[in-house]
Each structure stands twice: as structure tokens, then as C-alpha cells.
């Protein structure tokens, strides 16, 4: 049988046949020295030694040094660990009453402030936060502001009611700088008189007519303007005119303006129609023009050939007869129907060919 102690050491002297206390014949001998403290852990020493075996004895002797007690005490140590364990104990419960730990949500950014001082910004995750610092949230994510009655005068002074969209969102990285500078309602101190400003100033370069037509472009220019007058931290996305309103007699000017302007370009078309047709009319003409005069030209080329060519015959003719005077009473021949006059004037020769004689054959 061992007992072991942790701050006492024992030496155990064991004879197989006496139990006398104290015995010198020990066959074995075991010696535990003492624990040590700081690493609370015992170190063995084992000794053998050769005795006769009719002795039994058990010897326990206490070995008193550094960091050791008395046999029947509880260990020193043990208060020490019960006093770590309450000190562990206060300082979880000090932090979760104190609970310095602050979570920064997806599409935030949160601004820490130490004694009212703006000290930095944490990005979306956990920090901690002393008891004396205090942390404000700004959104990240893209915000709309709508505008639902901004008023401008165009250059001809017609005032006009507009709606406005703005697309807006906060750089995080400058979180820190618009909370010390601008705060949390930043959209209303910038930029709400941005979009009254802005408006105003292009809407007084154009006529009332002129931004009705041109809409697209006087938005852009408003959104340019207002872009670039956005302090550090501040980003717009878009700014959108969705309506424009001017009052209601301006409003039927307007539509009467339209409507003349488009009878304007009706009449100009059908002016534009009717001349088209009229010189379809001329160009017809002219080509039927020139179709007849080539038609005359040809019957007249056609006329001066047939009457070359009758020239031409009858000087044949002339000069045939002249040169058989016979030809002639031949012709009279041929064209006679073989019947007499049936009148005869007194004194007049019978219209017939002469025969000739024998004499003038």
C-alpha cells in the first residue's frame, strides 16, 4: 500500500514477515521526494536494497521543505485556484454587463466616437467599443430622393413645377469626414438646395418651349451640375426630371403653338405635294413636247425625202419625154377609158391620139 502527498514526502520500508515500525531490514525501500511547488508536480526516486525477507515493516517518515505541509492539511493551492476561478468569474460577468462588442451590419459603415471626438470608421464585422465610445451607423447602400414640387422660371419667366428623382449613396471610406462635417441628415443640408439651385440656373438659359423640347438635354445638364458640386463622401448616381408642369394657360399657348406650328408643316407639305405634282406636270409636258417634235421631225424628214424623190421621178419623166415626144399620146393611151365626147363644139379637133401613117412609120 502507497499514499502519495503532494507537499509531504513518505518512505515506505516493506519486510515479508514483520510489522515492527522502524524496521532496518526493509526488503524494499520506495522514496517519494517531496512535490515541488511551482510546477505542482512529485518527483520519484526509486532504492532497492537486499534485506532478509522474514521482516515486514512499514516506515512512513514526513520530509518537511519549501512549499510543504503538514500531513491531515488541505492543499495550499487549492484556495489559490478557487480564487482564480471567482476572479474569471467577475471579470465574464464585468463584460457581459459592459458587453464592448459592437457588429456593423452588411451595407453600413459605423462611425466611432471617443469623448464626443470622431476617432475612425469600422467596416461591416465586429469591434469593440470601450464604455466611454459610442458608435453612429451610416447606410452604404444607394438611396432615392424624390422631389415632388420644385419650382424654376424659364428665360421668358414661366414658372414651372417640377419632380425630381435623385440617386444618391455615402462613401464609406469618408463616413468619418461627412459625420464630422455634415451629420446625419447630410442629403437634406446638401443635397435638397443642390437640386433648387441647380434647377434654377439651366432652367433660366431656355425658353419655356425650348425645355419642353429639349427635356433629355436640360436633365443631364442639371445632373452634371449637380454631380459636381457634391462634397467628398457624397456620390449622385442620377438625378431624373420625371415631370414638368407649367401653369395651365401657358400650358394651352403651348398646345395652340403646337398645333400651328404642325398645320405650318401640313401646309408646307402639301405646298411641297402640289409642286412636285406641277413639275411632274412640266416634265410630263416637256417630254411629250419633245416626243411630238421628234414625231414632226421625222414626218417632215419623211415629207422631204417623198418629195425629193417625186422631184427626182418627174426629171426623169421631163427628160424621157423630151427625148421620145411620142411617150406623151402613150400616157394619153393608157390613161383613156376608150369612150368619144358626146358634145363636139363646132371648129374643135377630137381629143385622141394621132395615128401615124405609113408614110411616117
Known amino acids: 500500500m502507497v499514499a502519495v502527498g503532494r507537499r509531504t514526502s513518505y518512505i515506505y520500508s516493506v519486510c515479508p514477515s514483520h510489522e515492527a515500525r522502524g524496521c532496518p531490514s526493509a526488503a524494499m525501500q520506495l522514496l517519494f521526494a517531496r512535490s515541488q511547488r511551482d510546477s505542482g508536480q512529485a518527483s520519484v526516486a526509486w532504492r532497492f536494497t537486499a534485506q532478509p525477507k522474514e521482516h515486514r515493516m512499514v516506515d512512513q517518515i514526513p520530509r518537511m521543505g519549501r512549499g510543504n505541509q503538514a500531513p491531515g492539511q488541505p492543499p495550499r493551492n487549492a484556495s489559490g485556484l478557487i480564487t482564480t476561478g471567482v476572479i474569471a468569474l467577475i471579470v465574464i460577468a464585468v463584460l457581459a454587463w459592459l458587453n464592448p462588442f459592437y457588429i456593423v451590419q452588411t451595407g453600413t459603415v459605423g462611425v466611432k466616437q471617443s469623448l464626443g471626438q470622431t476617432v475612425g470608421t469600422i467596416e461591416p464585422g465586429w469591434d469593440i467599443v470601450l464604455p466611454w ?5 451610416y447606410s452604404t447602400r444607394e438611396e432615392l430622393k424624390r ?26 471610406s469618408r463616413a468619418a469626414d461627412v459625420h464630422k462635417n455634415l451629420g446625419r441628415n447630410f442629403a437634406e443640408k446638401i443635397i435638397d438646395p443642390a437640386i433648387q439651385k441647380r ?40 438625378v431624373q426630371i420625371e415631370n414638368i408642369e407649367f401653369s395651365a394657360a401657358y400650358t394651352e399657348a403651348i398646345e395652340a403653338a403646337a398645333r400651328a406650328q404642325a398645320e405650318v408643316k401640313k401646309t ?33 424628214d419623211a415629207i422631204r425625202l ?56
Open 133 to 137: 465610445q459610442n458608435v453612429v451607423t
Open 199 to 238: 434647377l434654377k440656373e439651366i432652367y433660366s438659359r431656355y425658353d419655356a418651349t425650348e425645355i419642353v423640347r429639349k427635356r433629355e438635354l436640360v436633365g443631364k445638364e442639371v445632373e452634371q451640375q449637380v454631380k459636381e458640386n457634391m462634397p467628398p463622401g457624397v456620390i449622385v448616381q442620377t
Open 268 to 300: 408646307e407639305q402639301e405646298l411641297a405635294r402640289q409642286k412636285f405634282e406641277a413639275e411632274k406636270v412640266v416634265v410630263n409636258a416637256e417630254a411629250a413636247a419633245k416626243a411630238r417634235r421628234a414625231q414632226a421631225e421625222a414626218e417632215a
Open 306 to 361: 417623198r418629195g425629193e424623190a417625186e422631184a427626182l421621178a418627174i426629171k426623169a419623166r421631163a427628160e424621157a419625154l423630151k427625148d421620145s415626144p411620142a411617150l406623151i399620146q402613150l400616157t394619153a393611151a393608157e390613161k383613156w377609158n376608150g369612150v368619144l365626147p358626146q358634145t363636139m363644139v363646132p371648129g374643135s379637133a377630137v381629143p385622141f391620139v394621132s395615128v401615124p401613117t405609113n408614110a411616117q412609120r
Open 147 to 172: 422631389f415632388t414640387e420644385v419650382s424654376a422660371f424659364s428665360k421668358d419667366v414661366q414658372e414651372s413645377k417640377n419632380i425630381v428623382s435623385v440617386n444618391y449613396r455615402l462613401d464609406g
